[in-house]
């Protein structure tokens, strides 16, 4: 299958540690895949790999067909424009405002834009989830789910049709969850491809098309939810009545595969 990014035989190791180990993936556009696994399974690493923020020791990253690590500047500059990365602790430039944490993505990957319409198009981000006020402030004077949603803003004030979510939801009170989660819903009914590197149940029951499983640096199942939620593979199963276990209740299928597999006994 061919997909909007394609990981090609992908090895990345950090300092010691083999954190990645011949990865050969495909996601396609406008599907949404999640890809789960214990922690320091290698998920963060695979979506940073996958974005082209980290390059690989050996292997591929293919975007529209393309190896993004041999790019000129301005196939950089139109795959930059197209996507977005929602980075696990926010990850916002400390030094600067949050007006001009959101207007250095649109700076960058649309030069042509005037400054009035860079501001216009800030404002109007921020007014949607009520930060419009906090817009002079640096992230030190946001709470930790407010520079979480200032992180997800920044990662779609381009309009990308490809983003990239790491954990979007994890250490933040409900209030903001629930404003995250409908950013991401809308996102998805809007036809963007999402790649999302998440442990919450109830945003993983609403988003996936599609599973990864990862262990150790290493896929061990992939492909569409309905498909990979059947497995027989012990191993997947562990790691999915592990986070998926906590929304049977959204799911009779799920619910059955969980007491002991679709035919109702043990596997």
Known sequence: MHGIIEMVDVEVTL??????RGITLSFPAGKSTVIMGQSGCGKSTLLKVAAGLTPPDT??????????????????????????????DGALWENKTLFENL????????PELGVADVRRRVARSLEKVGLEESM?????ALSGGEKKIAS???????????VF???????????????INQMIRDLKARGATIIAVTHDPVLTATLADR????????????????????????RVRSILAQVLGEIAAYDTDLLTLLDGGPDGGPN
């Open 15 to 20: 300092g010691t540690y083999q954190a990645l």
């Open 59 to 88: 292997g591929k990253i293919l975007f529209q067909g393309h190896d993004i690590h041999h790019l000129s500047e301005r196939g950089l500059r139109a795959m930059r424009r197209t996507n977005g990365f929602v980075f696990q």
């Open 103 to 110: 207007a250095l993505p649109l700076e960058f990957a649309q």
């Open 136 to 140: 002079n402030d640096r992230p030190a």
């Open 152 to 162: 997800f803003l920044r990662a779609l004030i381009t309009e990308p049709t490809l």
């Open 165 to 179: 979510l790491d954990e979007p939801t994890l250490s933040i009170d409900h209030e903001m969850s629930e404003k």
């Open 211 to 234: 599973l990864v499983i990862m262990d150790a640096g290493h896929v061990l199942e992939s492909g569409e939810f309905d498909e990979v939620k059947m497995t027989r593979n012990p």
